[in-house]
């Protein structure tokens, strides 16, 4: 037990001296400074203790530049280049913010969905636009970002629910005269519930959302009006 003893007291008068020689001893407070300036988002370490070299005491950020990673299935993301345009929605302020991506990672994940299907997502990273932050707005924050893959002006546009496959491409059903008619189109850029229309159809056409089994060229049709 002495030896034992003898032996932990010579490794702690050893480790003092090293403190002193490094310019601190233990219970001595020593300043640390941060390798970039910016605020404390979080403290990892709220009591005193022992630490050992690496580990995390307190997180760094600059809440001025902030950044926006969003994880997009893998299919769509080989879409998005750097400098794609991004609407920033549901924020918790008005309006909507402007954003640009800055990076699209390489290497996507697996996420399993609500439904619990295996999804590969990929992280998309975006930078707001200049100018002062909204008040309020911080790190870890949700937000809504959509993409804008493609735009343009003056597009005619139908509901993607009117359009079904036939044997030669897209059609939609039409409305004349009180009757559907089968309308071959061609359509262009997607957009979920809207596509657009580069062919087929003029503007202003009245078309079925949804047409099932029971409607087919020349069948008479009329409007669904709703009842409160």
Not at 91 to 103: I, M, N
Request: hydrophobic share 45%.
């Amino acid at each position: 037990m002495a030896e034992q003893a003898g032996t932990a007291a010579a490794t702690a008068l050893a480790a003092l001296d090293a403190a002193r020689a490094e310019g601190s001893a233990p219970g001595e407070a020593e300043l640390l400074r941060a390798p970039a300036a910016g605020r404390v988002l979080s403290l990892r370490r709220r009591s005193e203790g022992q630490v050992n070299p690496g580990d995390t005491l307190v997180v760094i950020g600059d809440t001025e530049r902030l950044e926006i990673t969003a994880d997009v299935l893998s299919q769509d993301a080989v879409r998005i280049r750097p400098g794609t345009r991004v609407l920033v929605a549901q924020w918790g302020g008005e309006g909507t913010l402007e954003a640009s991506v800055t990076r699209v990672e390489p290497q996507a994940h697996t996420v399993v969905s609500s439904l619990g299907v295996e999804e590969q997502r990929v992280n998309v990273v975006a930078a707001l636009a200049g100018g002062p932050l909204p008040a309020g707005l911080g790190s870890g924050f949700r937000v809504l970002a959509r993409f804008v893959i493609w735009e343009g002006g003056d597009v005619l546009q139908v509901p993607s629910s009117a359009l079904f496959r036939t044997a030669d491409g897209w059609a939609v059903f039409a409305v004349e005269n009180g009757r559907a008619v089968e309308r071959r189109v061609r359509i262009g850029q997607q957009a979920g519930l809207a596509t657009q229309l580069l062919d087929g159809l003029d503007p202003g056409t009245e078309v079925i959302v949804h047409p099932g089994n029971q409607v087919a060229d020349g069948v008479r049709v009329a409007a669904e009006r709703e009842t409160s």
